[in-house]
């Protein structure tokens, strides 16, 4: 069972500017599944939402700016217009820039008190998804160690049991072979036959004895 490390991961991150986790490739690969670590899952969901939400307020707010500069510009033709010679359409005109100016610089105002914020709100639900991904990646190294561990003593017992083995199929080999050499000379060829065998172990024998030679006679 692995420990609280909360306090540890808490001084670790203290005064170090973590970049946004979500808006790099990487962090994506440290899990296999997400669908699988709700809570991380969720606290990725939300900070999208803070990331996404200021890219959009960035982008409303340049289109209000734009649209406001182009009403104030405008404006000023309208009103010399409107001096040397009155229009009530033209006047009705004015006035509705400079509605739509205001309307601007209220949306403005309302785009800049919420971009102040979401800074923050962004850094915070960082620190905290930073804090999960420490907890799972401490735990999945512990996990993958014992497992590491768990697989080398099999694999160290498997090849103990491999050269056990080998040396037992090489002396029953051996001992086949002895044994069809006595049979073969009391009973001849036919005791492939009388002994229902799949081989001649004899044969075998001389064979892999012949190869090994001619393997080393290319050294």
């Given at each position: 069972m692995v420990g609280d490390k909360s306090e540890v991961y808490e001084q670790a991150l203290a005064g170090k500017k973590v970049p946004v986790l979500t808006l790099d490739n990487k962090w994506y690969k440290l899990f296999t599944d997400l669908a699988e670590l709700p809570k991380i899952q969720a606290q990725e969901k939300k900070l999208n939402?803070?990331?996404?939400?200021?890219?959009?307020?960035?982008?409303?707010?340049?289109?209000v700016r734009k649209l406001k500069k182009k009403l104030m510009?405008?404006?000023?033709?309208?009103?010399?217009?409107?001096?040397?010679?009155?229009?009530?359409?033209?006047?009705?005109?004015?006035?509705?820039?400079?509605?739509?100016?205001?309307?601007?610089?209220?949306?403005?105002?309302?785009?800049?008190?919420?971009?102040?914020?979401?800074?923050?709100?962004?850094e915070k639900a960082n620190h905290a998804l930073m804090l999960s991904t420490m907890k799972y990646c401490y735990e999945s190294m512990q996990e993958n160690t014992q497992q590491i561990v768990e697989i080398a003593q099999w694999v160290k017992y498997i090849r103990v049991e491999l050269k056990k083995n080998l040396v037992r199929k090489q002396e029953m080999e051996y001992q086949n072979r002895q044994i069809y050499s006595y049979m073969h000379d009391l009973?001849?060829?036919?005791?492939?036959?009388?002994?229902d065998m799949q081989y001649d172990p004899l044969a075998a024998g001389q064979k892999k004895a012949a190869d090994n030679g001619a393997g080393a006679g290319k050294k």
């Open positions: 939402e803070l990331v996404q939400r200021q890219g959009q307020l960035n982008v409303d707010a340049k289109n510009d405008e404006i000023v033709p309208m009103a010399n217009e409107l001096e040397q010679k009155y229009s009530k359409t033209l006047e009705k005109k004015l006035d509705e820039n400079k509605r739509l100016i205001e309307e601007c610089n209220e949306k403005l105002e309302d785009y800049q008190d919420e971009l102040l914020e979401l800074p923050q709100q962004i009973f001849g060829a036919e005791v492939i036959d009388l002994f």
